[in-house]
């Protein structure tokens, strides 16, 4: 059964989420769960799932150990300990709250992306984190249709947009994208993320 506004799988929480990532709250979203449309009904599909990764046994999908690498570059992906501390320092939910397809490289259909807002929303009032990470930038581009932008970060001269997320007890979340964790270029997007996390630590969320 799916949770209030359709919520149907439950997000990951770390032990450690409100100590936060490099002193603040970081939600990371990804973008939809592959798998039979049965799974649908399982409402801790991403809680257990993000015990296989710090297990290990879901690290043959690069999405993770990649996502844990554009986050933070220094973190030991290779061992239990390094995943354990990096993801009980975070949240973690999919946006999409269906099964896409069994197989990945399938884009979710306009019915699951409209009815992903509401939970997405209800995600942030109750975990209320500061700082947000979209880890697929397709999917950045259909939340930014509901939520105002924020000043861009800066780094070398370049530039990446931002967005204010209302955001439970924190009044709005920064919010940022990353391109698709298995694309790699992980130093990259790790300097995406540190600015996301400095300008939070210094109390600007605009």
Known sequence: ??????????????????AGLFGARLLLVGESHYGPASQDADPDFTVNGIHHVIAGSWNKLRFFPNLQRC?????????????????HKV????YIQRMVATGPNVAPSAA?????????????????PEAVVLASKRM??????DYPAGDPLLV?????VTL???????????????????RGGFRKQHRW???????VREGDRR
């Not at 949770?3 to 799988?9: D, G, I, Y």
């Not at 993320?193 to 300008?199: C, G, I, P, S």
Request: hydrophobic fraction near 35%; aromatic fraction near 10%; proline fraction near 5%.
């Open 193 to 199: 993320t540190r600015a996301l996390l400095q300008r």
């Open 164 to 182: 204010m997320l209302p955001s439970g007890g924190a009044g709005h979340a920064l919010a940022t994208f990353l391109k698709h964790p298995t």
């Open 1 to 18: 059964m799916a949770e209030p506004n359709h919520r149907r799988f439950r997000p990951w929480v770390g032990d450690h989420y409100e």
């Open 156 to 160: 070398d001269d370049t530039s990446r």
């Open 112 to 128: 699951a992306r409209h009815e992903a807002r509401e939970p997405l929303a209800e995600t942030l009032r109750e975990l209320a």
């Open 91 to 94: 949240a973690f939910c999919n």
């Open 140 to 145: 950045f581009g259909w939340v930014r249709r």
């Open 71 to 87: 986050v933070d570059i220094d973190s030991r992906v290779g061992t239990d300990e390094g995943r354990r501390a990096f993801w």
